[in-house]
């Protein structure tokens, strides 16, 4: 039986990085060293690191003006990095919160100044996104969630301001072009569109750093991390490894304008049989809101959800179920996720409300 990975994430990885991760484990590039084995300052990873920075810097369009770097601990780690080192303890940053990752970035943020929360969509369980809103014009920066894996809602427009941007593209990253030089940092975590778990890629406009007067301990410091080329300590090299082959898969398929158009297709796919069977599915975000990447709905009647569920499982469809403290019915359409997965879910939906509508 095929299966079909609709994970959150850690999430389905194109079948081409797949096997060349997989021969690197054995011998990297006839090397006679498995990819774990090697030094992380040896000449071998510095050609990953390059390739990789490259391949973002290609992709995003972006100059000289920004620095890409691969670190460790996630995006959650980043939580804390971004306002350790853009927000002085005297000043303020204004935060969107659209959900569980909004809501856990701002907490950490007021660890380290004061926070404003400009935008709060919890009056609607986090079902859409607030487009008109005030934004502080001596906030230190804005920082928004551009994707909203848990809630299925995402950012298609960006707010329009004067005071630098900051956005977690953890779950949209690579998945359409756009704007990426009006940011003035973007950090994401890897395992959703960019590769494996265990490396974070921080996308840094320099002229914002440099501007806190606290001291920063040395291993969350980016002026540090740039000055050492994401060499500060040892990276971890497996992850920016499959980082790098995904990177090079997307240039390789197209780039962005083709991850867009295929991604535009999954979810047009999946939203208009979502929206002709609401006899039996209920969706829950603004139609002009909905995630291309995370789909979420409910069934009509919550008795028949643990049917539905099983019968996915039965079925081949791999990591269907809500979020732990949402429930309901989740599918990830990451850029890696072929439209035939897709459209064996549409039939799989169309069958079962057959059965139960």
């Not at 996630?74 to 350790?84: C, D, I, R, S």
């Not at 539905?308 to 732990?324: A, P």
Request: glycine share 6%; aromatic share 10%; net charge neutral.
């Amino acid at each position: 039986m095929k299966l079909h990975n609709f994970n959150s994430g850690p999430s389905i990885l194109p079948q081409p990085v797949l096997e060349a991760a997989s021969r690197a484990i054995l011998d990297f590039n006839g090397t006679g060293l498995s990819i774990l084995e090697i030094g992380h300052r040896t000449a071998w990873f510095q050609e990953i690191l390059n390739e990789a920075i490259s391949s973002v810097k290609t992709l995003m369009q972006l100059g000289d003006d920004h620095e890409v770097l691969f670190l460790h601990g996630g995006a959650t780690t980043q939580f804390m990095q971004v306002p350790m080192n853009l927000l002085d303890e005297n000043a303020m940053a204004a935060y969107c919160d659209n959900g569980i990752w909004g809501n856990k970035a701002h907490k950490e943020a007021a660890l380290f100044g004061k926070v404003q929360v400009v935008s709060d969509t919890s009056d609607r369980k986090h079902s859409y996104i607030q487009k008109d809103f005030a934004i502080p014009s001596d906030a230190s920066y804005l920082h928004i969630t551009t994707n909203n894996t848990v809630e299925g809602t995402q950012w298609h427009q960006f707010p329009q301001t004067a005071v630098p941007l900051v956005a977690d593209m953890s779950s949209d990253i690579f998945c359409r072009p756009m704007d990426f030089n009006k940011f003035a940092l973007i950090y994401a975590g890897a395992q959703k569109n960019m590769g494996a778990a265990g490396v974070n890629m921080t996308v840094i406009r320099k002229d914002v750093l440099g501007k806190v007067s606290r001291k920063i301990p040395a291993i969350m410091d980016y002026s540090k991390h740039i000055a050492a080329g994401s060499l500060m300590n040892t990276p971890p090299v497996f992850a920016v490894y499959v980082s790098m082959l995904t990177l090079r898969w997307i240039l390789n398929e197209g780039g962005l304008p083709e991850m867009e158009k295929r991604n535009r297709a999954k979810a047009d796919l999946f939203y208009n049989t979502l929206d002709s069977l609401q006899e039996v599915y209920q969706p829950v975000v603004a139609k002009e809101d909905r995630s291309w990447m995370n789909a979420i709905f409910f069934l009509q009647k919550p008795s028949l959800e643990e049917s539905f569920l099983n019968l996915c499982k039965q079925e081949g469809m791999i990591g269907v179920k809500g979020y732990r403290t949402v429930g309901g019915v989740r599918i990830s359409m990451y850029n890696a996720l072929p439209l035939e997965s897709v459209q064996t879910f549409c039939d799989l939906m169309r069958h079962f409300a057959s059965k139960n509508g």
